[in-house]
């Protein structure tokens, strides 16, 4: 990655009498930033923001979010042409290289992940190590993190040859891995990619065809999925992908780096909040409930809130939720589920909220998990896989933001600093004297 940060102005910062003068670089699109690398060593002071809602971790050019007007541009393509127009293997490729390929591009990247879609065979022994009733995302944790013990001849991040053949596996692997993990948890026997299928079709097929019979993967479904696997591909620094870099900082391997993006992704703040989300819709039940959950979401001595609603950037609508609330009713029109109950209560819960103070005033808005878990359930997927979902379309995100990290010049290992608050220098104190 060639850095391009342009100086635009300079931002005087003085604290305890020393004054530093610091760079202010201007973006293509969104907030220019200081740059306070000299900070510490011209004033003694560190910069203090936990969650980094005002911190810039790094240079990147491949995810831009607007929160306020509710924008999100991949390689500066705006989502929902991309998940109108394109498809998963297109967008992949888009993230991993910059821009949209040509046809011989588009073919010859299809070709390369269609060859890595299976996995070592001994892989499969990770899985019976587990209960059956393990959660499909700690089996994922556990598979992936195993997966540079399988490939060690493309872990040396310094081989750029090594680094391609590790994202192409890695992106090819993930829908295998995961139809395994769902397989597992329903005891029925893996199936094998087919080289013959689209990358969603695939793994929708691992997913639900059994060695009895034939299965013919409905296209409406099939594209319904693949959409929501670009709306889910990347999105910035999140807590997830910012995992994943630091792990990458430190030189760790790709396959480790992925299943640290994993564990974070699983949090319901986070990527656990497709399944939270329609957790939360079953447990309100019905419309007439609806007023006493959002009463709960307003109080602040309950810790309940509405999953699905709130982000960190948007502050308007997550342009992905527009997008998933039309794939949502493509989805249940085409398998006929006219009167879906959950989806009444959604739409009216999203009604109620979009209307209470309380949620205008904090910029609440349905976010991408609102309607995933809805979609995701008619698709035929248990509440449990939506995670998987999100993690299997997120390493796309995550490795095209790996690669970058690993590329850019003004990367090091990260390691941020703290305000200590705790007890000032004292002597040890022998037992017999406390
Ligand atoms: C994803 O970062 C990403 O990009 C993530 C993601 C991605 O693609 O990677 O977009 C995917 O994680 C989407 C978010 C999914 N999470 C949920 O739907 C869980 C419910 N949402 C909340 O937990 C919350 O909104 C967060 C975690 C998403 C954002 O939290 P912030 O930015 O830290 O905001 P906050 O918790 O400080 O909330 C601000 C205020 C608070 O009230 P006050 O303290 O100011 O009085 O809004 C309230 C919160 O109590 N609030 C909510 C709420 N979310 C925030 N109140 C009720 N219901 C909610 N959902």
């Known amino acids: 990655m060639k850095s391009e940060l342009k100086q635009s102005d300079t931002a005087n910062f003085t604290i305890n009498g020393k004054t530093a003068e610091l760079p202010v670089f201007k973006a293509t699109h969104g907030p220019d930033v200081v740059d306070v690398r000299a900070l510490y060593k011209e004033t003694g002071a560190f910069t203090f923001d936990p969650g980094y809602t005002s911190t810039a971790s790094c240079e990147s050019k491949i995810t831009f979010i607007d929160g306020d007007e509710g924008v999100l541009l991949y390689r500066g393509y705006p989502i929902d042409q991309l998940a109108e127009n394109s498809n998963f293997i297109e967008v ?15 073919a010859d990247f299809e070709h390369s992940i269609t060859m890595h879609t299976m996995v070592h065979e001994q892989l499969k022994n990770f899985y019976s190590g587990f209960r059956r009733d393990a959660h499909p995302m700690a089996i994922m944790v556990g598979v992936v993190g195993a997966l540079s013990a399988f490939y060690h001849d493309s872990t040396d991040i310094n081989d750029p040859q090594q680094r391609l053949v590790a994202t192409h ?20 026997a893996f199936v094998f990619p087919r080289n013959d299928l689209d990358y969603t079709s695939n793994f929708m097929r691992m997913c639900f065809a059994v060695q009895a019979e034939d299965y013919e993967v409905n296209p409406v479904l099939s594209d319904a999925l693949d959409k929501i696997f670009i709306l889910h591909m990347d999105h910035e620094q999140n807590a997830s992908t910012s995992t994943v870099r630091l792990a990458g900082s430190s030189g760790a391997n790709p396959f480790a780096c992925i299943a640290a993006g994993i564990a974070s992704l699983w949090g319901p703040a986070h990527g656990g909040a497709n399944e939270a989300a329609l ?15 959002i009463k709960r979401a307003k109080d602040k001595n309950d810790p309940f809130r509405l999953m699905g609603f709130g982000h960190r950037v948007y502050k308007n609508y997550d342009p992905r939720a527009k997008v998933m609330r039309k794939a949502c009713h493509e989805v249940l029109d085409a398998l006929g589920v006219k009167d879906e109950p ?16 309380y ?28 995670t998987v979902l999100f993690a299997l379309a997120r390493t796309v995100g995550w490795i095209a933001q790996w690669s970058e990290m690993i590329e850019d010049p003004n990367q090091k290992i990260g390691r941020p600093r703290q305000i200590y608050t705790g007890a000032p220098k004292r002597d040890y104190v022998p037992i017999d004297e406390r």
């Open 92 to 106: 992949a490729y888009l993230l991993l290289n910059g821009d949209l390929p040509n046809p011989q591009q588009r």
């Open 169 to 188: 596996r890695m992106i090819a692997k993930m829908p295998t891995i995961a139809a395994m993990a769902y397989k597992y948890s329903i005891g029925q």
């Open 279 to 293: 957790n939360m819709l079953e447990e309100i039940g019905s419309v007439d409930e609806i007023p006493e959950y």
């Open 342 to 357: 959950l989806l009444k209560v959604a739409m009216e819960l999203e009604r109620i909220a979009l209307e209470d103070e």
């Open 359 to 386: 949620f205008v005033e904090k910029k609440l808005y349905p976010n991408i998990d609102f309607y995933s878990g809805i979609t995701l359930r008619a698709l035929g997927f248990p509440t449990e896989m939506f």
